[in-house]
């Protein structure tokens, strides 16, 4: 399985951005995915999870409210729609898929996934 993030870019505080995350190979049916993110000389750390059918979303409390995961199982998309954007949101946003059409108990950690797309730069100025 293949993963391709894009929609990352410049954008000043209080913009909206949609992240987009494509799989492709054995893509076989619809897997839970996820989106981490990762700032200069910090950890990756979760941001937003789903399961195969979007009856399951999960998020870090820093994005509740301002951030919505989704995906289009037809075009084996994800997605992550960003609003209201903070300086503290720039990083590289990375989207994750696992084996697994459910989240596990380890959604939000990076061993949950097991494939990883290449990222995309965020960067919200003030």
């Known amino acids: 399985v293949q993963l391709q993030a894009s929609g990352g870019g410049l954008v000043q505080a209080g913009d909206s951005l949609k992240l987009s995350c494509a799989a492709s190979?054995?893509?076989?049916?619809?897997?839970?995915m996820a989106w981490f993110r990762q700032a200069p000389g910090e950890e990756r750390e979760f941001v937003a999870a789903i399961n195969w059918n979007a009856s399951t979303t999960k998020y870090a409390d820093s994005v509740v409210g301002r951030f919505t995961i989704s995906r289009d199982n037809a075009k084996n998309t994800a997605y992550l729609q960003m609003n209201s954007l903070k300086r503290d949101d720039t990083a590289v946003y990375y989207c994750?898929?696992?084996?697994?059409?459910?989240?596990?108990?380890?959604?939000?950690?990076?061993?949950?996934?097991?494939?990883w797309g290449q990222g995309t730069l965020v960067t919200v100025s003030s």
């Open positions: 994750a898929a696992a084996t697994t059409l459910s989240l596990s108990m380890r959604y939000r950690n990076v061993r949950g996934y097991d494939y």
């Open positions: 190979g054995r893509t076989r049916s619809s897997r839970a």
